[in-house]
């Protein structure tokens, strides 16, 4: 896979997408094979310059809004390697793209599954990192967000980021790459 | 480096005193332990101040031991571990500065509520002072070792118990020295500081195993 394309996993249920995003975020270790960066920052390894977006979207509901995305940004480093061009969003600034803003000073516990999907991707934003994986990036959300989460998607790539992205509704992404996984016997090996 | 540590500190002290958070839960559950054993020792103000300081340890264990479950297990369950595992930051770090902050939030608050919690048990103000001490020296080596049980089980539904179990045994050590060096506080012959320095040094080796043992399970944990 190179810089700037998005690669959409397909396939039924339980073939493996969410584990194969699980592995390349680092979280499941590798059976066999290898997983290399080029072109990153050196000092950083690969899982440092990913976003994982998965399906639990780590919303704290004690805390209100902007300190959850607050405490990401801080959390976690950037890694901005050459290839990648992403400027840096502001917690708040983020949550008015995503069409949240007005709840900033509200507890999460209060917003409703979309809403906490939304402040989930707004993590995305604040932190800018070249790689995202996405397990079901679309689902809980209505038609205008999608429309706004496939514009983000898009300007990423354009940015020179890397999409990979398990879902089951077609997503408009360009340039896109398509990867079918089906019952076979073994999945195919990704070097990103 | 020191904004991500102080960032997940002031995060951890926020949800701990906030609503769902054990600070307040804990000592509650601490004047409970006190105030039940007079009744079942009975009102012997000499033998309630003999083992006012072992009642006193004994019910800070247990008030621990309540708040460490969700240490971790909250975490995993809306996918923040996930991302706190992934995001490359030195996991033993992360372990420290959770527990010192889980420590602030619910340790600290018995630490606070001893002295007056030992005057219902009798005991004298050297005694009072010597417990107080040995509870602020000895409790953040209870919430370091109860990280490793609270990793252990993370990945369980109902992991509080079986934590319990993993953690009592090895906080014995703790809980020996710290009453022993309360009680030398209290009968004369005995020097305090011999036990005391152990307990001082038990917790301070507690911050380096607790954190390296707990980081590793929680990497196991998240295949």
Known sequence: ?192 | MNGWVSALFLRELRLAVRVGGSGVVGVLFFLAVVTVIPFGVGPDLNLLARIGPAILWIGALLATLLGLDRLFQADRDDGALDLILMSGRSMELVVLVKCLAHWMATGLPLVLAAPVFAIFLNLDPVAIGAVTLTLLVGTPALTLIGAIGASLTVTLRRGGLLMAVLVIPLAIPVLIFGVSSADAAIHDPVPFLTPFLILCALSLIAAVIGPFASATALRFASD
């Open chain 1, 1 to 192: 896979m190179s810089g700037g394309t998005a690669l959409v996993v397909t396939g039924p249920n339980g073939v493996g997408k969410s584990s194969l995003l699980r592995t390349l975020a680092g979280l499941v270790s590798l059976m066999e094979g290898t997983l290399r960066l080029e072109g990153g920052e050196t000092d950083l390894t690969p899982f440092e310059h990913t976003h994982y977006f998965g399906h639990q979207d780590a919303v704290k509901p004690a805390l209100s809004v902007q300190e959850n995305l607050a405490f990401w940004r801080d959390f976690s480093a950037p890694a901005t390697p050459e290839s990648f061009a992403a400027g840096t969003i502001r917690p708040l600034e983020a949550l008015d793209l995503l069409g949240i803003g007005h709840t900033a000073r509200l507890p999460a516990a209060y917003l409703s599954a979309g809403q906490k999907r939304r402040l989930s991707l707004a993590r995305l934003l604040v932190t800018p990192r070249p790689i995202w994986l996405m397990d079901e990036p679309t689902s809980a959300l209505d038609t205008k967000s999608e429309a706004t989460l496939l514009g983000l998607m898009n300007s990423h790539l354009a940015h020179g980021g890397m999409i990979v992205t398990a879902t089951h509704t077609p997503l408009a992404l360009t340039p896109m790459q398509k990867l079918h996984l089906d019952t076979a016997p073994s999945e195919p090996e990704e070097t990103a």
